[in-house]
């Protein structure tokens, strides 16, 4: 069997990379261990970049069709629901200025539905690692189909694997793994209809999160230690249940909710990660497979989009689909694409680290830099950009300097309409 492009993996990055690779008329194959798609709570949370990258492979309608919610605001709150920090997405340049809260299966269900004629999707296959010619040069994959071992011939191999990716292993790019000192526990809450927006709120003892979901639904996130919930039951996990609600006040109107589903409960651990290379003659890393960040600022699947209409740009590009034109194309991809990459986990850190961070030094920063943000409409409007992906922006040295307070920045209000005077701030 031979093909133009395997993908292995058939999740967001998998599935976004046979839709945008399938476009340019490549004959593609998708392979998936999982039988059926598997219900998480990941992916839910789609910024304006990735609303503009599906918005042109078409993919909109089916999203809209099943429920997807627009969100207009990012807002850190105290534990009693007073705004600490608030990102306006209505501010941002362009025609994407709104966050889509979905369940990850619309995502999955809405890209599947606009998979080209060439594209194939089989599941139930295992991919053990990658073929190699004497070169060193990934010419197609190793498989187990219906407990028969297969080899598939293609010209480009996508590790859409996720993190554990056996096709990464297979050719030698070992992700470092940094795991934060916490696990996070999701619960879907049906019933309860909250703000339209993504609310964190920062409390003593943690990061919790909410935001609405289609059917009158939301989903709750809760900063655990990494130990936190084992062996806790009965009145045990109910008394846990009291001190998350005591602990943030704001999320009163989902109690009844969260004591009826407590254990209808997922724990996710939470880790940072990049892979050494994007790329090796004849394969590409996408998705988790080659990165991975705190979910807190909701890039992960947002990246994994980004990655696939990256590849493929710079594919068509080039207008030719031999060996030697694919891998120049495999080491652009690296070149550009990472610099992307390192920014969003910049990003996503200092994010995390300000929300999540519980005490000493790091809880102190992590607010004094949420305040001097808020106060300063051009820090504003950069951290908007980068979360949304719509207009990423590096914070220099002196942009910290400005969010610890040390330095004052005079340009804080320039182009903004704003004024001390007039009181434009964060909210």
Known sequence: MSYDVVICGAGVGGLASARALGALGLSVLV???????????????????????????????ALRTGGAVPVGRLAIRDPAGRILLGLDYDALPGTYRQILCTGYPNVLHALAGTLGPTVEIRRGVLVEGALRDPTGRVTGVRAVDGGKPVEIDARLVVAADGLSSRLRRSVGLDGIRRDYDHKLVAFDL????????VSAYRAGHGLRLVYPLPGDRCRLYVQIRRDELRGLGGDALAAW???????VPALTPLADALRTHLRQRQI????????????????????EAAHAVHPMAAQGMNSSLGDAEALADLLDATGGTDTGTLDRVLA?????????LDHTATVSHHAARMLTST?????????????????????????????????????????RLYQLGLLGDRRAYAGSGQSPANGGTAA
């Open 31 to 61: 392979l998936e261990r999982q039988a059926a798609p598997v219900e998480v709570a990941k992916g839910e949370l789609l910024q304006p970049e990735s609303v503009r990258i599906l918005d042109r492979w078409g993919v909109l309608p």
């Open 241 to 247: 249940c009291d001190r998350v609600l005591t602990g």
């Open 190 to 197: 049906p019933g309860v209809q909250v703000a339209d927006e």
């Open 332 to 340: 652009d991809y690296h070149t550009t694409r990472l610099r992307r």
């Open 268 to 287: 996710l651990a939470v880790y940072r990660l990049r892979a050494p290379r994007l790329a090796v003659p004849g394969l590409a890393l996408v998705g």
């Open 359 to 399: 005490t000493g030094l790091a809880r102190l920063v992590g607010g004094r830099m949420m305040r001097h943000t808020a106060a300063n409409p051009r820090l504003l409007g950069l951290t908007t950009g980068n979360l949304a992906g719509v207009a990423p922006h590096r914070l220099t040295p002196v942009d």
